[in-house]
């Protein structure tokens, strides 16, 4: 079983719906996972101890080098005044990406202060408070959709990334920033330190003053000179060839387990399931 993140039983979320349930099920059924982080793998163990007498094999999630990277997007996306780049959902369920960081970080500062823009790529459409934001002139913000070509380009010729999300099975964006030279302004949660190490600027997931402070006093010339070499450097370091390994370990592993009684009752359980569930409409 593929194991994204725990995100439902982290925020406590509801989980009474048929998909949920077949998921639960199959983490039970399961003998062996395959997780895109350390965190993940943590959580995992946590919320389901069963899983720790498992296999758990580990493969963070691959660069596209050929879009994301400094040689295929030297070209600045926008012209005019400086831009913070948010990429996906800003608020996800229950809230938990945090886009309200962002907002109260926007409200807090001085309006005379701030001489740049935000853009926003997918995700949500503006929010009530993001429309306010725009309308008490306090910044403007565009909402786009756009290519990847495009969007490493976007991304180039932006201040930095804004990534305030409280909780990722791995954290694509900020890597993808990193991959072209750009800085990433990023919480120290969940996984998102295996993404960027120590090349992000790292700020609370609670407090919006601090947000602020980063936002209007870093130098982020200076960042991006220093992170030129190391952000794409670090990039490198996360193929699909070595998560394809890393899953047939995994698999190898799995299969020269020997069957237990736990095991064949789990498998024979989802199996007796899948063929009930297979004639039910959703």
Request: aromatic content about 10%; some cysteine.
């Amino acid at each position: 079983m593929f194991v994204y993140d725990l995100i439902p039983e982290v925020f406590g979320f509801k989980r009474l719906n048929r998909g949920w349930m077949e998921r639960e099920l199959s983490l039970y059924a399961s003998k062996s996972f395959f997780a895109i982080s350390q965190n993940t793998k943590k959580d995992l163990t946590s919320f389901y101890p069963h899983t720790r007498n498992c296999e758990i094999g580990i493969g963070y999630p691959g660069i596209n080098r050929e879009t994301f990277s400094k040689s295929a997007s030297h070209t600045i996306g926008r012209v005019g005044k400086r831009y913070f780049i948010c990429i996906g959902s800003r608020y996800g369920e229950g809230g938990y990406k945090n886009g309200n960081l962002l907002v109260n970080a926007l409200r807090s500062m001085d309006k005379e202060l701030i001489d740049f823009d935000l853009l926003f790529v997918g995700g949500e459409e503006l929010t009530k408070d993001e429309i306010e934001l725009v309308a008490e002139g306090i910044v403007k913000i565009d909402r786009i959709t756009i290519s990847d070509e495009n969007l490493a380009k976007t991304i180039v010729g932006a201040e930095a990334l804004i990534y305030p999300s409280k909780y990722e099975g791995f954290g694509m964006p900020p890597l993808e920033a990193l991959s072209l030279g750009t800085p990433v302004i990023v919480t120290r949660t969940s996984s998102l330190p295996e993404s960027v190490g120590e090349l992000g600027i790292y700020v609370s997931s609670e407090n919006c003053e601090e947000l602020a402070l980063v936002m209007l006093k870093t130098d982020f010339v200076e960042i991006r000179e220093q992170i030129k070499d190391e952000g794409p450097k670090r990039a490198r370091k996360f193929s699909w060839d070595q998560t394809a390994i890393s899953f047939g370990n995994t698999l190898r592993h799995t299969l020269a387990q020997p069957e237990t009684e736990s095991s064949r009752k789990r498998s024979a359980i989802l199996t007796e399931y899948s063929r009930i569930a297979i004639n039910l409409q959703h």
